[in-house]
T-cell receptor
Framework: DAKTTQPPSMDCAEGRAANLPCNHSTISGNEYVYWYRQIHSQGPQYIIHGLKNNETNEMASLIITEDRKSSTLILPHATLRDTAVYYCIVGQYNNNDMRFGAGTRLTVKP | EAQVTQNPRYLITVTGKKLTVTCSQNMNHEYMSWYRQDPGLGLRQIYYSMNVEVTDKGDVPEGYKVSRKEKRNFPLILESPSPNQTSLYFC????????????FGDGTRLSIL
């Protein structure tokens, strides 16, 4: 079973920031938080990951709470092309313990 | 360019006719895995491999086989396909360290009639 909880769907206006929450209250100390997205039926695309600190790359920012029990993925200026299902996953795949849940379906609207 | 390549991308076949879906990665990754994706059921892991000659069952291995003779290749074999194996399949690979992301292929859509 997935070790995360995400809202099933969210809407965001084009050009605004999209903030996608994820709860992972049972995360252990060596488990990373990963975010992927899947546009239509394409292969999941890696976005960002982190352990404790907040992370930023060209696609997004990841904010992890101090207790690590939840995180937020931020797409700073959402575009229509960001419409996708976003998956939050915790674990270490070298332990093969990472499982995809249902994710959040983000719809960016004009 | 870092890639996970699956072939074929689409296949329609009949029950019982053995088929192989190939997966190849060019990133020298140790870890590879196969998933299937079905409506309402999400991505489910079929098999995975931690390294050459090391494979293990995922969550839904029934009806599938894999092999890992070389680091770059991880074929998925359906010895006797059945209609319930009609699905969208993804191959993924990743480095040994747990802090590296997985890379996914573009998917293979199988229809078993």
């Amino acid at each position: 079973d997935a070790k995360t909880t995400q809202p099933p769907s969210m809407d965001c206006a084009e050009g605004r920031a999209a903030n996608l929450p994820c709860n992972h209250s049972t995360i252990s100390g060596n488990e990373y938080v990963y975010w992927y997205r899947q546009i239509h039926s394409q292969g999941p695309q890696y976005i960002i990951h982190g352990l404790k600190n907040n992370e930023t790359n060209e696609m997004a920012s990841l904010i992890i709470t101090e207790d690590r029990k939840s995180s937020t993925l931020i797409l700073p200026h959402a575009t229509l092309r960001d419409t996708a299902v976003y998956y939050c996953i915790v674990g270490q795949y070298n332990n093969n313990d990472m499982r995809f849940g249902a994710g959040t379906r983000l719809t960016v609207k004009p | 360019e870092a890639q996970v390549t699956q072939n074929p991308r689409y296949l329609i076949t009949v029950t019982g006719k053995k088929l192989t879906v190939t997966c190849s990665q060019n990133m020298n990754h140790e870890y590879m895995s196969w998933y299937r994706q079905d409506p309402g059921l999400g991505l489910r892991q079929i098999y995975y491999s931690m390294n050459v000659e090391v494979t293990d069952k995922g969550d839904v291995p029934e009806g599938y086989k894999v092999s890992r003779k070389e680091k770059r290749n991880f074929p998925l074999i359906l010895e006797s396909p059945s209609p319930n194996q009609t699905s969208l399949y993804f191959c993924a690979s990743g480095g040994r360290a747990g802090n590296q992301p997985q890379h996914f292929g573009d998917g293979t859509r199988l229809s078993i009639l």
